[in-house]
């Protein structure tokens, strides 16, 4: 049976279970069935620092040889950069307003350890790693991402043989550690079990319905941010319509939608993008690979959605400078996102871990992973086609005027 199958049965048995053994057996539940929660979440975060390292390193890598790829490059990674910000924010505006989580509590040991926020400033001088090591150590996922990055520049500089080395060894490692995944989330089901358990034994029915109002963020989120980002990118420098935008793009969103993956989805995208909107192939075979592998709108704004939905459950304030943390973090997380079905759930515990919110709150989403995993892939190819017309159009118009 497919995994999020098996996830979305524990999930259900976690709630029908917790339903009817009710607070009398949250002694029971908590000796025996919570710590092997504990155990699953900490088999999450043992690989969150590995993860986040290697594939940035290799998203940075395929952006191939930096100098020949100049122009396009910077400006391809730029508009995909701004428009992941901005699905944050949209994410952090939807779950401002609908305030998913609210009414349902769970005061959590992890809630009382979140960090003093601190200022700006000093979130951009501790970004610089002064021992990586110690970084990896402490699992403190900014400067390990900023390491990353000067890592990933470093081997396009360096170039040649010695940096095909490199680039084939890191991506090995980044595979390696998406099998540890691959092997982690077999036993998701029994961890979101023992995860959920003790919350809606305690907690009762109260818990189903934050579940839904988060699907139903993240829906409207992407339906707003495709609307008004996308189609204005498509109309304004494209010169396209946003009817035969999502025309041209809906059978890609369609794969999308139902495989949840970015990757499985390129091929349509591509073949799509130059029939049906006129896109060179030229253009289309550089942005949009770059766009299935870096540039992920919609599992940025599920990451606004859902810390802000954990915040909300586990009792935390999130101030200004956390969630500019989030935006942050969650904006480079994106570029370490595979294109495959859940990956964005690991990264969304890096994301976590970055402003000190509790990752057992990962629990909660687990068991919807796979409906909020058909939304954000959605968003993230439509993304890509989005960003792939303007940098055609640009390339045109400047192919005409030299
Ligand atoms: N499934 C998503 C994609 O392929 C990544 C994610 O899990 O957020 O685009």
Redesign the pocket.
């Known amino acids: 049976m497919n995994l999020s199958i098996r996830i979305f049965i524990a999930l259900i048995l976690a709630v029908v279970v917790g339903l009817v053994a009710g607070e009398e057996a949250l002694p029971f539940i908590n000796w025996w069935i919570a710590p092997i929660g504990t155990m699953f979440i900490n088999l999450i975060k043992m690989i969150i620092v590995p993860i986040v390292f290697t594939s940035l390193v290799v998203g940075m890598t395929s952006l191939g040889d930096i100098k020949k790829l100049g122009r396009i490059g910077t400006k391809t990674l730029v508009l995909y950069l701004v428009t992941t910000a901005i699905a944050i924010i949209i994410g952090f505006g939807v779950a401002g307003i609908i305030h998913p989580g609210i009414g349902l509590s769970i005061p959590s040991d992890a809630a009382v350890k979140v960090k003093e926020a601190p200022s700006i400033m000093q979130v951009l001088v501790a970004m610089i790693p002064t021992n990586p090591v110690n970084s990896m150590a402490k699992a403190e996922i900014l400067p390990i991402i900023v390491f990353a990055l000067f890592i990933g520049v470093g081997i396009l500089k360096v170039g040649g043989e010695r940096a095909d080395f490199l680039v084939k060894f890191f991506d090995a490692c980044a595979e390696v550690c998406y099998k540890v995944i691959g092997m982690v989330m077999q036993v998701a089901p029994i961890g979101v079990f023992a995860l959920l358990l003790p919350v809606v034994a305690k907690n009762g029915p109260s818990v189903l319905l934050p579940l839904i109002s988060v699907i139903a963020c993240a829906a409207i989120g992407s339906v707003i941010h495709a609307v008004s980002v996308y189609s204005m990118l498509a109309k304004i420098w494209g010169g396209i319509s946003p009817i035969r935008f999502f025309r041209g793009m809906s059978e890609a969103m369609l794969i999308a939608f139902t495989t949840?993956?970015?990757?499985a989805a390129l091929p349509v995208n591509m073949k799509n993008c130059e029939e049906k909107l006129g896109v060179s192939r030229e253009v289309a075979s550089f942005v949009l690979p770059l766009g299935a592998t870096i540039n992920?709108d919609g599992?940025a704004l599920y990451m606004g959605v859902c810390s802000l939905f954990i915040a909300n459950v586990f009792g935390v304030d999130l101030t200004g400078g956390q969630m500019m943390m989030i935006v942050l973090t969650g904006t480079l997380a994106s570029i370490g996102?595979a294109?495959?079905?859940?990956?964005?759930?690991i990264m969304l515990a890096m994301v976590l871990q970055s402003v000190g919110l509790p990752i057992e709150g990962l629990a909660l989403v687990a068991g919807i992973d796979r409906i909020l995993?058909m939304i954000?892939?959605c968003l993230?190819i439509t993304g890509d086609g989005a960003v792939t017309i303007v940098m055609d159009r640009e390339e045109k118009r400047i192919a005409k005027n030299s």
């Open positions: 949840c993956s970015s990757a992920m599992t996102t294109g495959v079905p859940g990956a964005g759930l995993d954000r892939t993230n």
